[in-house]
């Protein structure tokens, strides 16, 4: 099943980090991590209530780096929408219901990123997210709690079943974009739309979970396309052989 881990990004108040370890022990939840969180001390022990352990054992870092480094999965909870599919920073986006549908079959390790009570996840930590979620609330008061965000969060990943197969890793994920960065630049894509290409390249293929036998093959298809490309840019094409014997890398062996 997913394994997934709560991570509070600098949050600012003791009291919600004890509300939240005691809703996640509620739900089953276990693994929190936080960013540059305040000291805490009795009021967080207080809130937190049974859950002292999940409090406890909290693991603390300084940057998103480090939950990035262990996480197959990146989550972003957000209140802010993006207008249009033509703003990717924060579209498409899922419900909490949506997201455990799509955490049904996978093994990995999901960190779900929750942020300040003030002003949320900012547009830089977004855009490391893979899939973005929100939480649907009335348009008349829309913003929640952080506590109460993780609950519902929690409510609906609770007790996911076993999953069928594992995601690739991050660094095999973050190959694969630097992959596709390199592959624009042979394109000649335009510089200006490179950075909205590659949030929605992390969109796309953030959903759909690719296994490392589906990264590779993707690797290949790159190289593969690569290869076709750079005589044309040169003006070298032509008697060029293009089958299995000649070509750089096998999509299909590999």
Known sequence: MAEIEIVLVEPLYEGNIGFAARVMKNFGFTRLTMIN?????VEAT????HARDVLEGARVVSSL?????????????TGELSKTVSHAMRMPY???GELREMLVPVEGRVSILFGRENWGLGNDEVSRCDVICTIPTSAEYPILNISHAVGV???ELAHLPRGEYPLASRQEMDAFYDHIDRFLDQMDHFEYKRA?????????FGRTMLTRREVTTMHGLLRRAEWM?????HGEYEGREADDQ????DTESS
């Open 37 to 41: 969180p305040p000291a805490w001390g």
């Open 46 to 49: 207080a809130r937190a209530s």
């Open 65 to 77: 780096d480090e939950v990035i480094a262990e996480s197959n999965l990146l989550v972003a909870t």
């Open 94 to 96: 899922y419900t909490p």
């Open 153 to 155: 969060v929690c409510y």
């Open 196 to 204: 909205n290409t590659m949030t929605m390249m992390r969109r796309i």
């Open 229 to 233: 490309i750079e005589p044309w840019k």
């Open 246 to 249: 000649t070509l750089p890398f």
